[in-house]
């Protein structure tokens, strides 16, 4: 029989002791934590920015970064939403004609007047109208600032996208009626045409909407009351 383990008389042998050794990962070098910290950014900017657009197709807009820009100047900002649904056509037929005839069948991009632009931009001179869409004036409307050139425009390609994916032409159309200037501190054209006119937008002749439609392209240059030049051809 073999001896038992508390046995005194058997031998006793100090068990072995295994040390493991833990090593630490090596620590990365900067540039590979700085591209660590840009992949993450645009990681958080593209989820952010995807939420972002699918909220507004469902909540309205409470306040945008141009809205804030005239608060703080001190010109205020005066807007009062209207449902597409209430709107005058004649003013949904009014911008479609003066800013985006193409509206209601490009996918937020007009190629042929982005073009036009840019042989009117090379030959220098002033240039009345860009090659913006409804569609991507509207995301910079609700999304971003007005300058910036084309690191603005590059967001603005990105958020025009983004609704043209996830919301009705419909709402692309409200929401640009109801955040587009209309005058120095006026947004929207509900707001528009109480202040030229003493009436809301639900009920506009078409020589209103096409007034308020001409201000569009520079609302803080032009008035629909009485225009002049430019405006009054257009």
Known sequence: TGRKADDPAQPRYPRPMVVVSRSLPPRRSWPRRILGWIVKAVLIFLVGSILWVLLYRFVNPPITFTQLGDIFAGNGARSEWMAI???????????????????????GFDRQ??????????????????????????????????????????????????????????????????????????????????????????????????????????????GAIAPKGFTRRY
């Open 85 to 107: 649904g209430r709107i005058d056509r004649d003013m949904v037929r009014a911008v479609i004609a003066g800013e985006d005839s193409k509206y209601c069948s490009h996918g």
């Open 113 to 222: 007047a982005i073009e036009q632009a840019m042989r009117r931009n090379a030959r220098g001179g002033s240039v009345i109208r860009g090659g913006s869409t409804i569609s991507q004036q509207t995301a910079k409307n609700a999304f971003l600032w007005q300058s910036g050139g084309y690191f603005r425009k590059g967001f603005e390609a990105w958020f025009t996208m983004l609704m043209e994916a996830m919301w009705p032409k419909q709402r692309i159309m409200e929401v640009y009626l109801n955040l587009a200037e209309t005058g120095i501190g006026t947004y929207g054209v509900n707001a528009g045409a109480q202040r030229y006119f003493d009436h809301d937008a639900s009920a506009m002749s078409s020589l209103e909407a096409a007034r308020i439609a001409a201000v569009l392209p520079l609302p803080k240059e032009r």
